[in-house]
């Protein structure tokens, strides 16, 4: 059983800078892919990036490649999500989730991740 904790939200203005952060307990960290998904109001709730295990290959929506930078911290068990370039449409709900390292399913399909986070709210606003 992996517990997941996000931090690090809040209001920032367009152009600014915020980092989450999910720190892990329970489980083996190593086994785990860890990917940070988004949800707004009335929308689904979609995948933002994705880390795998110790090799740390990573992957990003389009919607953020170049602005965000995903990272994880083996010994401190905790995965960052750095967020450049803020605009008002990266408003949402951030979660970060957990899978095992040897799922197969695409990334962004946020049924395949067992574990969950309570969420953390990033605002994008003047």
């Known amino acids: 059983q992996v517990q997941l904790v996000e931090s690090g939200g809040g209001l920032v203005q367009p152009g600014g800078s915020l980092r989450l952060s999910c720190a892990t307990s329970g489980g083996t960290f190593a086994f785990y892919a860890i990917a940070w998904f988004r949800q707004a109001p009335g929308k689904e709730r979609e995948g933002v990036s994705y880390?795998?295990?110790?090799?740390?290959?990573?992957i990003y929506a389009d919607s953020v490649k170049g602005r965000f930078t995903i990272s994880r911290d083996n010994i401190e068990k905790t995965v960052y999500l750095q967020m450049t370039s803020l605009k008002p449409e990266d408003t949402a709900v951030y979660y970060c989730?957990?899978?095992?390292?040897?799922?197969?399913?695409?990334?962004?399909?946020?049924?395949?991740?067992?574990?969950w986070g309570q969420g953390t709210q990033v605002t994008v606003s003047s």
């Open positions: 880390i795998s295990t110790t090799e740390g290959s990573t």
């Open positions: 989730a957990a899978r095992p390292r040897w799922s197969g399913s695409p990334w962004y399909n946020h049924h395949t991740y067992d574990y």
